[in-house]
């Protein structure tokens, strides 16, 4: 075991990584644990897994894993979610804006995981399911990318390559678990959301790895106190099992590469699609703890299709005044060149010519409307981002203006979709 620094964390505390096995394996598997500071039984799990649980090095499969044991040591430290300014670290994968997770993608830029796992606590009482005698009652849930663009093939359709044989293994082993479902306030069933902000869906955009959430259950004041052991086993067991999986499929992990359908058409924005079938789940009773196999209340809709595709330019255009989006890009390690000197480009820029906006802050709008132009036009007031091999469909997620988990939702990236206006990207094409 070798420990390492990959960065600070905002207010001046290390971030270290600590590597099991080989470094320079050829089958290396990233684990982050506490992201958020006020979940202690994920970082716990992580912790007894490096120390006590090391995955049997198999000759015929060796393996390097690389644990982040504490991604957000200020949270920790403070007992809080977010980091010492207040950023969400699992909500910050798309704009970078702190230095634990800008520390952490640029780890992942240099160390090239094939897999990458990300542990977290889930509160197990929530008030809206209380009110329905319903309380989280799983060991352990998992999940995978959800965003399209996100999805690899190593995992299979919805990722039922790795969800069925490691769920099936922990449930064998007493360990009650599923895939992650959440069930939110307004009536809807789904699992997670498809918005590229936090590790899962973030990392596995930018750089092609395929992702995993383990999600444990956190703490409950009715917990008996064999619980707590028994849920940080199954977390255990959990580790061990994506690692025996991996070593397994390690073809497909570090040969396949995510699917770029053959005409470049990115899918951008999604609709949920309603399951023939309500979703049922095992659920405790909050006053007797028994547990029972319920029809989740609320509309099922597991299934994403997509519902606006984009094909890729050569390059997008960014207007050079736009700092903070070309920060953004830069902390993304996306190449910013400068357009050459020769002049007179072929462009395709949009016009936005109806939509309706979120109540929401930070949302993309609805209904939204465009046109293209295409032109012939002097990039002299631009910067060039071309969509090469490593991250195009990425690019398209984060610049196009129908994306619905884009840049453009942010104030203070200054690309307004407002109706009637010009969209400030333009396309080279
Ligand atoms: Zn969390």
Request: with cysteine; charged share 25%.
């Amino acid at each position: 075991m070798r420990e390492d620094l990959i960065g600070h964390s905002e207010a001046g505390r290390p971030i270290s990584v600590v590597h099991v096995g080989g470094e320079t394996a050829p089958l290396r598997i990233l684990i982050v644990a506490g992201q958020h500071g006020d979940e202690r039984r994920g970082r716990q799990a992580v912790t007894q897994f490096v120390e006590h649980g090391q995955p049997a090095q198999d000759r015929a499969a060796p393996v390097g894993i690389a644990v982040v044991p504490d991604a957000n040591p200020d949270g920790t430290a403070q007992g809080v979610r977010t980091n010492a300014r207040g950023v969400d670290l699992n909500r910050d994968h798309l704009r970078l804006a702190a230095a634990e997770t800008r520390a952490l993608h640029q780890f992942v830029r240099s160390w090239r995981p094939h897999l990458v796992v990300d542990v977290h606590d889930f509160p197990p009482r929530r008030r809206h399911l209380l009110a329905q005698q319903l309380v989280y009652c799983h060991d352990v849930f998992l999940d995978v990318p959800t965003h399209p663009v996100a999805r690899h093939p190593a995992l299979g359709p919805k990722g039922s390559r790795l969800l069925q044989p490691v769920l099936g293994a922990l449930n064998a082993a007493g360990y009650r678990s599923a895939r992650y479902t959440r069930v939110t306030r307004s009536g809807r069933v789904r699992h997670s959301t498809p918005d590229v902000v936090d590790a899962r869906n973030g990392l596995a955009l930018r750089y092609g790895v395929p992702t995993i959430l383990v999600e444990t259950r956190g703490p409950s004041r009715r917990d008996d106190p064999t619980v707590e052991s028994h849920v940080v086993a199954g977390v255990q067991l959990a580790l061990a099992l994506i690692v025996r999986w991996a070593q397994e499929h390690r073809v497909p992990l570090t040969e396949a590469r995510p699917r770029m359908p053959a005409d470049d058409s990115v899918p951008v924005r999604t609709r949920y699609r309603h399951a023939a079938r309500p979703c049922r789940l095992a659920f405790a009773d909050p006053h007797s703890g028994e547990i029972r196999t319920v029809v989740v209340p609320g509309r099922f809709t597991p299934h994403l299709e997509a519902t606006w595709r984009v094909r890729l330019p050569r390059a997008y255009a960014v207007p050079r005044d736009r700092a903070a989006l070309l920060e953004v890009l830069r902390r993304h390690a996306f190449a910013l060149v400068p357009p050459s000197p020769d002049g007179i480009q072929r462009i395709e820029r949009y016009w936005i010519e109806r939509l309706k906006p979120s109540r929401r802050p930070d949302r993309s709008p609805h209904d939204l409307t465009l046109s293209v132009q295409l032109e012939s036009g002097s990039l002299d007031e631009h910067v060039l981002v071309p969509v090469g091999a490593d991250g195009g469909a990425a690019l398209a997620v984060l610049l196009e203006p129908a994306s619905k988990h884009g840049l453009a939702r942010f104030a203070e990236m200054e690309l307004p979709v407002a109706p009637q206006a010009a969209y400030p990207i333009w396309r080279v094409v």
